[in-house]
T-cell receptor
Framework: KAGVTQTPRYLIKTRGQQVTLSCSPISGHRSVSWYQQTPGQGLQFLFEYFSETQRNKGNFPGRFSGRQFSNSRSEMNVSTLELGDSALYLC?????????????FGPGTRLTVL | EDKVVQSPLSLVVHEGDTVTLNCSYEVTNFRSLLWYKQEKKAPTFLFMLTSSGIEKKSGRLSSILDKKELFSILNITATQTGDSAIYLCALGRNTGTASKLTFGTGTRLQVTL
């Protein structure tokens, strides 16, 4: 089975712009979770989507949003970018049956905000 | 709030050594504890632990969970340079059907020749 894929792999934006990241889960996986990884804060949970619905959300401002499509692919959007949004954004997919699931990670999108 | 603390923060060992990485946690409604290895980009899954005292093993790596004392350890025997990575511990909380992992800050392991 193909693994989790994320596009683009690298992105450079300037402050105030917006960005959309994409994640395609492992075939058959219905849950997609997004995480932000920075050197100072480590891996932090952004949100989780299952069956096109957000069912869990972390402590991030409303500038961070996402959606999921009927084929389970997910997108994450960050509006009005700030310097502090520079990070590695990882998505993870799982079957979606709950917290006993194993989440499998994609390679990440490295976002740099100038 | 859920809390995951990993120790040590970093470790340098010689090839062939055995290492033990620690993960302690505080959580309500514990469901699972997972270990991941992160080398360059994507964390790769190592183990999921849900029951106390049952060792999970894969080659030179093994892990065990103690739900009474709220910790887990990851052992790596006969370390190799390819084991150099950040090892992440993550907690899965039972929130019904929702999935959410809370990660520790990781242990950076460097294996030297």
């Amino acid at each position: 089975k193909a693994g989790v894929t994320q596009t683009p792999r690298y992105l450079i934006k300037t402050r105030g712009q917006q960005v959309t990241l994409s994640c395609s889960p492992i075939s058959g996986h219905r849950s997609v979770s997004w995480y932000q990884q920075t050197p100072g804060q480590g891996l932090q949970f952004l949100f989780e989507y299952f069956s096109e619905t957000q069912r869990n959300k972390g402590n991030f401002p409303g500038r961070f949003s996402g959606r999921q499509f009927s084929n389970s692919r997910s997108e994450m959007n960050v509006s009005t970018l700030e310097l502090g949004d520079s990070a590695l954004y990882l998505c993870a997919s799982s079957m979606g049956s709950g917290a006993a699931d194993t989440q499998y990670f994609g390679p990440g999108t490295r976002l740099t905000v100038l | 709030e859920d809390k995951v603390v990993q120790s040590p923060l970093s470790l340098v060992v010689h090839e062939g050594d055995t290492v033990t990485l620690n993960c302690s946690y505080e959580v309500t409604n514990f469901r699972s504890l997972l270990w991941y290895k992160q080398e360059k980009k994507a964390p790769t899954f190592l183990f999921m632990l849900t029951s106390s005292g049952i060792e999970k093993k894969s080659g030179r790596l093994s892990s065990i969970l103690d739900k009474k004392e709220l910790f887990s350890i990851l052992n790596i025997t006969a370390t190799q340079t390819g084991d150099s990575a950040i090892y992440l511990c993550a907690l899965g909380r039972n929130t019904g059907t929702a999935s959410k992992l809370t990660f520790g800050t990781g242990t950076r392991l460097q294996v030297t020749l």
